[in-house]
């Protein structure tokens, strides 16, 4: 719509008339030769031009050039999106390097165990370059399916994005086939399989064939490549410790943030959504309209109040505006603070069961004709006039000079725009007095709010059958939107399944070497047994090598785990990032099938038969 749409709403003409309405953004189309810099040095320049010209309201303010691509949906508003899909990379990236252990340590092991039939090749002619290219290219096959798989799986679990709902924004997540995404997938597979087929490549490569032909040979040299495999399996369980930890922060965090008080109640309330002005209402016949509305809505059954309000918590940005305190000049060059608020009705507070803890509500009889009034939370009254009785104290959000609007009320402090969001200053306005067509009418209900939405539905359509309800759903529906719960349940959903897998690979790599170093020492349990060896002693011997080595992780896991959350204390809500019950489940979980994991072959090597053994030998 042109600009001229905007004389629909009230007070739109400040927009051209003071210079503190700060409310448009600047779009522009670089040339081809100008840079991000280069724009941003010019603006520079400008910026300082409107300062020395109108000091009151420039002065202190400069221009920042970004990227449109930055800017959406509004600018700074997706920094948290960034983080949050920095954060996912990265652990995608330490799962990976799990997986990359995981195989490098099957790969030694099965080089080890090669290394007799690597001696035979060699002694039948094949050169060391053959011996590599043939590792290299069983590496690089299973790097190929393991891709391949990768990437089917990837793309099944991309379309299930397109069914997210985002609550009161409308956002489609494309999950379209994007050949540039999977492409570095399956490259990065390809890579991470060559690569880590390069060191058991070597070691296949470099055989003594005199040393692994003679009897025994194989398991003096095996007895040597232990230290590297150990290595891997303690690097493996600490990376799982790790992401196994951040995950329980994330489910912790979502835990906390949906048991924490908000400042509001949101059971038992219904939202609806609604714009008159959309079909052409003026200003007397809209305030009209709401008021039927509401007499309609208390007479239904089971409702027990009704409000209504320009802004929900948590629902969209709230609006912003600068505030001048009365009797309180600026000082030179500094510019107003600029507070987020609320238009609502008298019956809001009640509806949300926000407390009033000092003062008066808003009444009826606060309309467009009565004094100026506001209602304002404690971190505003905390604010402005620290160490007295706000009550009676005046503002203004048009200027210096008023008109001033005097505080009636102070309200607790609660979440307005994000979960995340520090206490902050905030207040609420009278609907009647701050104008605002696009309301949304709230219910409180003795019964299920989502029950109610057919009869609201019937009400507003038997008013106006051309009424458009934007939306309708439940207060906990809304708070589970971009802005809400959704950031939190997504991060302990993915945290959750890469910690899963970070688990499995850290258990199967505690399995694989475990089992690999029983097999070794077939001959060596096989000849305690038959000096008289008890079967006790022979699983406490295996449970104690592969115990050791997940103590060990375990051990450098807490650390790397107690170093990385430290840097993302910013991530998680209402839990320390260094939160011991997280630590010790974490521990727990992964001590306990890690012991499983060592009692298998464990359990495998009391069952040796000596004669079997040391026939096979």
């Known amino acids: 719509l042109p600009f001229n749409a905007m004389t629909f709403e009230d007070g739109s003409s400040r927009i051209w008339t003071d210079r503190n309405n700060r409310r448009l953004l600047v779009f522009a189309r670089l040339r081809d030769s100008v840079t991000l810099a280069q724009a941003q040095s010019v603006l520079d320049v400008v910026s300082r031009r409107l300062a020395q010209q109108y000091p009151a309201s420039d002065k202190g303010i400069s221009v920042r050039v970004l990227p449109e691509i930055l800017a959406r949906p509004q600018p700074y508003a997706n920094t948290a999106f960034r983080v949050i899909s920095g954060l996912f990379l990265g652990l995608a990236g330490l799962v990976l390097l799990l997986a990359c252990m995981n195989v490098e340590s099957i790969l030694l092991s099965r080089a080890t165990a090669r290394r007799r039939e690597m001696g035979i090749r060699g002694a039948l002619g094949a050169d060391r370059s053959r011996l590599i290219r043939l590792v290299l290219t069983e590496s690089f096959l299973l790097a190929l399916f393991g891709g391949a798989a990768g990437v089917a799986l990837g793309v099944w679990t ?29 490259g990065a597979a390809i890579c991470c399989g060559i690569l880590v087929g390069l060191v058991p490549a070597a070691q296949a490569s470099h055989t003594e064939i005199t040393s692994v032909l003679h009897e025994g040979g194989s398991r003096s040299l095996a007895s040597g490549r232990r ?32 048991g924490a008080y908000l400042g509001f109640d949101p059971d038992h309330v219904l939202n609806v959504l609604l714009d008159p002005n959309e079909i052409g209402y003026t200003t007397a016949r809209t305030n009209e309209f709401y008021r039927e509305l509401e ?21 969209s940005f709230p609006s912003r505006e600068p505030v001048y305190v009365e009797n309180r000049p600026l000082a030179p060059g500094r510019q107003p603070e600029s507070i987020s608020f609320n238009s609502v009705d008298p019956g809001y507070l009640a509806t949300m069961h926000i407390p009033l803890l000092r003062g008066r509500s808003f009444a009826e009889s606060d309309d467009e004709n009565a004094p100026l009034v506001a209602i304002i939370n404690q971190d505003m009254a905390a604010h402005f006039w620290p160490n007295e009785d706000p009550i009676g104290r005046r503002f203004s959000t048009r200027g210096p000079t008023g008109p001033f609007a005097e505080v009636v009320g102070v309200a607790q402090d609660g979440k307005y725009q994000t979960i995340t969001e520090d206490r902050k200053p905030y207040f609420y306005l009278p609907i009647a007095q701050n104008y605002a067509s696009r309301r949304f009418l709230q219910i409180r209900s003795a019964v299920a709010p989502a029950s109610l939405a057919a009869s609201v539905r019937r009400e507003i359509l038997d008013f106006d059958p051309a009424m458009p309800i934007l939306d309708v759903e439940t207060m906990k529906e809304s708070l589970g939107g971009a802005l809400g719960f959704f950031i939190f349940r997504v991060g302990a959903l993915l945290a959750g399944v890469m910690g899963l897998i970070g688990l499995t690979l850290a258990v199967v790599g505690v399995y694989g070497v475990v089992s690999f170093a029983v097999s070794l020492r077939t001959r060596e349990i096989g000849i305690r047994i038959a000096l008289g060896a ?59 099938v890690a012991l499983v994991a060592c009692w298998i072959p464990a359990r495998r090597a009391m069952r040796v038969d000596p004669i079997v053994a040391l026939r096979h030998e």
């Open 534 to 592: 008890s079967k006790g002693a022979v699983l406490q011997s295996v449970l104690r090598q592969g115990l050791t080595l997940v103590a060990t992780g375990i051990l450098v896991g807490l650390t790397g785990a107690w170093a990385l959350t430290r840097t993302m204390i910013h991530s998680f809500v209402g839990v320390s990032p260094t939160d011991p019950i997280t630590f010790a489940a974490a521990v727990i979980l992964l001590s306990s």
């Open 295 to 315: 007499a309609r809505a208390r007479a239904l059954p089971g409702v027990q109040s009704v409000s209504l309000a320009a802004n929900i918590p948590m629902g």
């Open 158 to 186: 991309a379309g299930l994005s397109s069914s997210i709902h985002l609550a009161n924004v409308p956002l489609h997540l494309d999950s379209v086939f994007d050949w540039r995404v999977f492409s570095y997938a399956f």
């Open 227 to 258: 230290h590297t495999r150990d290595l891997l399996v303690v690097l493996q369980v600490a990376g799982s410790l790790m992401v196994l930890i951040v995950a329980g922060l994330f489910v912790r965090g979502l835990q906390q943030a949906q």
